[in-house]
């Protein structure tokens, strides 16, 4: 057992140096121009994405937000700095895949029946992973409060949907095996209507062998298996997992928890578990976080247990609200504007170390990490 922890914590560093040490081609960094094609690999309120045959390049332009989603092809003219496009004119063509046009129905109809912009925002980030909906200061309350992992749809969303999904097939056909598999249908059309991105296909995955573990068998599950599987699936039918920034946070976090985590009980778990998880993922992922975001939050754990019962409320409101309730749709816009009302009081700078300071550290923190989950296995053997 001892040869297999180590082994296991090898593997993480062996991985979360893997992750760190691997860069995306951005090109020379001089201006040019010209004309870009590709389709849009990310949408947000700034801009998007764009995948074209030369790599990959951000659009700047506000407009993509209102006008496209993830899967549409898009011509852009303009000017380009390193991977930054600023566009001059574009042209987008909607994506014409099922799904695709599920999503924009969707989006047409959150915004026909929420008017706040916040409460828009929140649903659909939230329930559709449609990021482009987000208000550039909303995303920013996310950002500096170290939350920012909330809006975009992971494992934490997926797992919510699966639960309700098990527990309404299980309330139709009951305990076994048919609802088991009901549930996992409902969650593929789930991560393919979110959009398909690299950490939803990764939770899609482990919430759907989970589903099925216990609806065959039952017990313990082996996850660091189930990590692997979900890895190796990804890489396969998803090219490019590995450089993608999102795929490596989400695989790298659940990897963290799966090596570090330890099971908090007592009165007060429901907090000590997910700060004590947030806590975990923060070191565990500190050189990468850094790399991609200029610094760390310290207080993004915190801020993170705080927006849990703010977040499963948003999107149960939002999912009424889009179906028409008014009253959901009013409450929908008190929620969401208290919770980043309340964000704004974590609102920090990030702290950022250099690389010298850094890393050290980072090597001292997971050893102290290790330690701590595996305190109680020590203190028997050594005592």
Same mark, same amino acid.
């Given at each position: 057992?001892?040869?297999?922890?180590?082994?296991?914590?090898?593997?993480?560093?062996?991985?979360?140096?893997?992750?760190?040490?691997?860069?995306?081609?951005?090109?020379?960094?001089?201006?040019?121009?010209?004309?870009?094609?590709?389709?849009?690999?990310?949408?947000?309120?700034?801009?998007?994405?764009?995948?074209?045959?030369?790599?990959? %390049?951000?659009?700047?332009?506000?407009?993509?937000?209102?006008?496209?989603?993830?899967?549409?092809?898009?011509?852009?003219?303009? /000017?380009?700095?390193?991977?930054?496009?600023?566009? %001059?004119? $574009?042209?987008?063509?909607?994506?014409?895949?099922?799904?695709?046009?599920?999503?924009?129905?969707?989006?047409?109809?959150?915004?026909?029946?929420?008017?706040?912009?916040?409460?828009?925002?929140?649903? &659909?980030?939230?329930?559709?992973?449609?990021?482009?909906?987000?208000?550039?200061?909303?995303?920013?309350?996310?950002?500096?409060? &170290?939350?920012?992992?909330?809006?975009?749809?992971?494992?934490?969303?997926?797992?919510?949907?699966?639960? #309700?999904?098990?527990?309404?097939?299980?309330?139709?056909?009951?305990?076994?095996?048919?609802?088991?598999?009901?549930?996992?249908?409902?969650?593929?059309?789930?991560?393919?209507?979110?959009?398909?991105?690299?950490?939803?296909?990764?939770?899609?995955?482990?919430?759907?062998?989970?589903?099925?573990?216990?609806?065959?068998?039952?017990?313990?599950?082996?996850?660091?298996?189930?990590?692997?599987?979900?890895?190796? $699936?990804?890489?396969?039918?998803?090219?490019?997992?590995?450089?993608?920034?999102?795929?490596?946070?989400?695989? &790298?976090?659940?990897?963290?928890?799966?090596?570090?985590?330890?099971?908090?009980?007592?009165?007060?778990?429901?907090?000590?578990?997910?700060?004590?998880?947030?806590?975990?993922?923060?070191?565990?992922?500190?050189?990468?976080?850094?790399?991609?975001?200029?610094?760390?939050?310290?207080?993004?754990?915190?801020?993170?247990? #705080?927006? $849990?019962?703010?977040?499963?409320? #948003?999107?149960?409101? &939002?999912?009424?609200?889009?179906?028409?309730?008014?009253?959901?749709?009013?409450?929908?816009?008190?929620?969401?504007?208290?919770?980043?009302?309340?964000?704004?009081?974590?609102? /920090?700078?990030?702290?950022?170390?250099?690389?010298?300071?850094?890393?050290?550290?980072?090597?001292?923190?997971?050893?102290? $990490?290790?330690?701590?989950?595996?305190?109680?296995?020590?203190?028997?053997?050594?005592?």
């Amino acid at each position: 057992m001892e040869l297999s922890n180590r082994i296991i914590a090898v593997l993480f560093i062996a991985l979360s140096v893997l992750l760190i040490t691997r860069r995306e081609e951005t090109g020379n960094d001089g201006v040019s121009h010209g004309i870009w094609r590709g389709q849009l690999t990310t949408v947000t309120a700034k801009g998007g994405m764009l995948s074209t045959e030369g790599g990959n %390049f951000w659009v700047s332009d506000k407009s993509l937000a209102a006008l496209s989603l993830k899967g549409d092809s898009a011509m852009v003219i303009g /000017h380009r700095r390193g991977m930054f496009i600023s566009p %001059f004119s $574009l042209r987008l063509k909607p994506s014409s895949s099922f799904f695709s046009s599920l999503r924009r129905q969707y989006r047409n109809r959150l915004v026909e029946t929420i008017r706040d912009p916040v409460a828009r925002g929140l649903a &659909g980030g939230l329930l559709m992973g449609l990021r482009g909906l987000i208000p550039e200061q909303t995303a920013q309350a996310f950002k500096q409060s &170290g939350t920012s992992h909330l809006l975009a749809l992971s494992g934490l969303h997926t797992g919510i949907i699966a639960l #309700v999904l098990l527990f309404l097939a299980r309330l139709i056909m009951g305990k076994g095996i048919l609802s088991g598999w009901l549930a996992v249908v409902g969650i593929v059309l789930f991560v393919a209507l979110s959009g398909g991105r690299a950490s939803t296909v990764r939770a899609g995955i482990m919430a759907s062998f989970t589903v099925l573990w216990m609806s065959y068998r039952g017990g313990k599950l082996h996850l660091l298996s189930v990590w692997w599987a979900a890895l190796l $699936l990804s890489i396969f039918f998803l090219p490019g997992t590995l450089e993608d920034r999102g795929a490596q946070m989400s695989y &790298g976090a659940v990897l963290s928890l799966i090596v570090f985590g330890r099971n908090v009980r007592g009165r007060y778990s429901a907090i000590y578990s997910p700060l004590y998880a947030g806590v975990v993922v923060t070191i565990s992922l500190a050189p990468l976080m850094t790399s991609v975001y200029g610094g760390l939050s310290w207080l993004g754990p915190t801020a993170t247990v #705080v927006s $849990l019962p703010f977040m499963l409320v #948003v999107m149960v409101l &939002g999912f009424l609200a889009s179906l028409g309730l008014g009253l959901a749709g009013v409450l929908l816009d008190y929620v969401s504007n208290c919770w980043v009302n309340t964000l704004e009081v974590f609102s /920090h700078s990030p702290v950022s170390l250099p690389q010298a300071v850094l890393y050290p550290v980072w090597g001292i923190l997971l050893i102290g $990490l290790r330690v701590f989950s595996r305190w109680n296995g020590f203190n028997r053997r050594f005592r």
